[in-house]
């Protein structure tokens, strides 16, 4: 008697860091219900180079499965990484700019029955989602509400938006759908949800006001008794439906795709030598653009910090009284100080300060130097870079007579290890690739002379500090 297998499905892994487009740190693996849903249809879990398969026993005609199943099914996988902190360093997982990923979170994909592809060269590729923490089917969901109402609503449906009841009374009588919560005394609302008698998957737990006629909360879970101990990075759902009737026709083809991270990079020059004068010698990178393949293009770089120095008009340690204060509207400030206010002032001595401008994006922000205020838009106009700011910003101050202190603009931008530094960042995002990208040049403006043919990228394990609502590498270049 010949034994035959057909496959019912192949799932790539692919990741765009890598230059061949595969994953190499995930592995797939079947939940105890897809287990058993797969020895219940006589079928092999079986793992790929880049991927997995899942093939059906069939008859001696190669196509009629030997014990059928219904047709509406779901193969639930978890995905686990060895080295998640290292897929992480390197993955963006983001749903969307106001869906990300983050700690308690897990990714979840998902086919669409509908678009089922059998090319295997076009393969249907899983929509992503972030699904906001990851329960057992009996827990406390406790949760507080801005400006602290002392009633809500709780509703939890399921992935179709149907609303389920949590739990049951000491008689067995379902929860209402609807369950009216009040405050306790720390303004928290507290309530137990029971969904051991519903199915495993998705649930939307969503809080109402108590007219239900505002949202004021919602929270995407996954309930699996299974998988909440574990230490998972996502779940993958293959759906089979009989609407589609795909579950034993031609072996369709899937793709999980992990996206490259992306992050603007910020270069630190500190001057080491005696050989470049940042008071005469301006800097300037160059990309050359794509020379070594993949998702690189050409990247604009630009100066992005600049300094002012503010010294005090008269001698003495008075000056050291001369306060410094910023004001703006915008999450992220336009400048920072080196303190509230000047400092170093003795007798036959100026107090000194300094004012650095490290987000040349903002406008309409006030700096206040002692009594005297000097707003952007009014008393001095943004300018094209940093610098042009700064500079703008310096002729305000000496133009007036009546503050107490004049303005310099500083050759340097910051201190590094008290070396001299001065600070450029790309205007784009570059990507994270497994094959570093070449021919970022440092020269010097005066003659084109070339400082470094190939600045460092950042190290794709490093740290990338969120600054002004954006991700940003930094890189040290000692020069």
Do not use: C, M, W
């Given at each position: 008697m010949n034994i035959n297998y057909k496959r019912i499905?192949?799932?790539?892994?692919?990741?765009?860091?890598?230059?061949?487009?595969?994953?190499?740190?995930?592995?797939?693996?079947?939940?105890a219900a897809t287990e058993e849903l797969m020895r219940n249809g006589k079928m092999l879990f079986k793992r790929l180079p880049n991927g997995i398969t899942i093939l059906y026993r069939t008859l001696d005609d190669e196509e009629t499965p030997l014990a059928e199943l219904e047709k509406d099914q779901v193969f639930t996988f978890s995905i686990k990484a060895e080295n998640q902190a290292g897929l992480l360093s390197i993955t963006n997982l983001d749903e969307s700019a106001e869906?990300?990923?983050?700690?308690?979170?897990?990714?979840?994909?998902?086919?669409?029955?509908?678009?089922?592809?059998t090319n295997q060269n076009n393969p249907e590729i899983l929509s992503n989602q972030i699904i906001?923490?990851?329960?057992?089917?009996?827990?406390?969901?406790?949760?507080?509400?801005?400006?602290?109402?002392?009633?809500?609503?709780?509703?939890?449906?399921?992935?179709?938006?149907?609303?389920?009841?949590?739990?049951k009374d000491s008689d067995g009588v379902p929860f209402?759908?609807?369950?009216?919560?009040?405050?306790?005394?720390?303004?928290l609302f507290v309530q137990q949800v029971d969904l051991r008698s519903q199915k495993t998957g998705r649930y939307r737990i969503s809080i109402l006001d108590q007219d239900e006629t505002i949202t004021l909360k919602t929270e995407e879970i996954y309930v699996d008794g299974q998988l909440e101990k574990e230490n998972i990075l996502g779940i993958v759902e293959i759906k089979y439906d009989s609407v589609t009737n795909h579950l034993y026709g031609a072996t369709e083809e899937y793709k999980l795709q992990f996206r490259f991270n992306e992050t603007y990079w910020?270069?630190?020059?500190?001057?080491?030598?005696?050989?470049?004068?940042?008071?005469?010698?301006?800097?300037?990178?160059?990309?050359?653009?794509?020379?070594?393949?993949g998702p690189y293009q050409i990247n604009n770089f630009q100066k992005v910090f600049s300094s002012i120095k503010i010294t005090a008009k008269t001698a003495g340690p008075a000056g050291n009284n001369i306060s410094m204060d910023y004001s703006g509207a915008a999450a992220f400030p336009a400048v920072l100080f080196s303190g509230e206010t000047l400092s170093?002032?003795?007798?036959?001595?100026?107090?000194?300060?300094?004012?650095?401008?490290?987000?040349?994006?903002?406008?309409?922000?006030?700096?206040?130097?002692?009594?005297?205020?000097?707003?952007?838009?009014?008393?001095?106009?943004?300018?094209?870079?940093?610098?042009?700011t700064a500079m703008k910003l310096v002729n305000a101050i000496n133009g007036d007579g009546t503050v107490a202190v004049s303005a310099s603009l500083l050759k340097h931008d910051i201190l590094v290890n008290n070396l001299q530094t001065v600070v450029y960042g790309s205007l784009q995002k570059i990507p994270f690739y497994e094959v570093?990208?070449?021919?970022?040049?440092?020269?010097?403006?005066?003659?084109?002379?070339?400082?470094?043919?190939?600045?460092?990228?950042?190290?794709?394990?490093?740290?990338?500090?969120l600054f002004a609502g954006r991700f940003e590498s930094e890189v040290y270049v000692f020069i």
């Open positions: 499905l192949n799932l790539v892994v692919g990741h765009s860091y890598f230059k061949d487009g595969f994953d190499r740190f995930v592995k797939l693996y079947p939940t869906k990300a990923y983050g700690a308690g979170k897990i990714v979840y994909f998902t086919n669409h029955p509908a678009s089922a592809s906001d923490s990851l329960k057992g089917p009996l827990f406390t969901y406790q949760f507080a509400i801005n400006g602290n109402p002392g009633n809500v609503v709780l509703i939890v449906a399921d992935e179709h938006g149907n609303p389920v009841s949590v739990g209402p759908l609807k369950i009216i919560l009040t405050a306790n005394s720390n303004n910020k270069y630190f020059f500190v001057n080491k030598s005696r050989n470049i004068d940042f008071a005469t010698d301006s800097l300037v990178i160059t990309d050359s653009g794509n020379v070594n393949g170093g002032g003795a007798t036959g001595a100026k107090a000194e300060g300094i004012i650095t401008i490290i987000n040349n994006d903002i406008t309409g922000y006030s700096i206040k130097i002692d009594a005297v205020t000097f707003t952007e838009g009014t008393d001095f106009e943004k300018g094209t870079t940093s610098d042009d570093p990208k070449l021919k970022i040049e440092l020269r010097k403006k005066s003659d084109n002379q070339v400082i470094i043919s190939n600045l460092p990228n950042p190290s794709h394990n490093g740290i990338k500090k």
